[in-house]
């Protein structure tokens, strides 16, 4: 079983940044698919951001595009999420998943493994 742990996570102001780290276990980390999601009180969980295997293709939901970067070190069984400019509707936990190979996916549904996750939250 392969173990996320994510962290990072905590208060800001409105237009300030955070940067959420995802550290994964096992010597495989390099062959999968990651990305991150979030669930906001009394919503859904959501897709934020995806990327693949080697870092070069990445996805971004069109509400957090050109705030939000998604990268990964796999040397360090490590993926992060650079998150500026940040807004209320932000608020949320945060969670990463991880799919076994593969490029970048927005689903749910899509992923085997999942974090504990961690709360961001941004106050105006």
């Known amino acids: 079983q392969v173990q996320l742990v994510a962290s990072g996570g905590g208060l800001v102001q409105a237009g300030g940044s955070l940067r959420l780290s995802c550290a994964a276990s096992?010597?495989?980390?390099?062959?999968?698919?990651m990305g991150w999601f979030r669930q906001a009180p009394g919503k859904e969980r959501e897709f934020v951001t995806a990327?693949?295997?080697?870092?070069?293709?990445?996805l971004y939901a069109d509400s957090v595009k050109g705030r939000f970067t998604i990268s990964r070190d796999n040397a360090k069984n490590t993926m992060y999420l650079q998150m500026n400019s940040l807004k209320p509707e932000d608020t949320a936990v945060y969670y990463c998943?991880?799919?076994?190979?593969?490029?970048?996916?927005?689903?749910?549904?899509?992923?085997?493994?999942w974090g504990q996750g961690t709360q961001v939250t941004v106050s105006s």
């Open positions: 998943a991880a799919r076994i190979w593969g490029s970048t996916y927005e689903w749910e549904y899509e992923y085997d493994y």
């Open positions: 990327i693949s295997w080697s870092g070069g293709s990445t």
């Open positions: 096992g010597s495989t980390f390099s062959s999968y698919a």
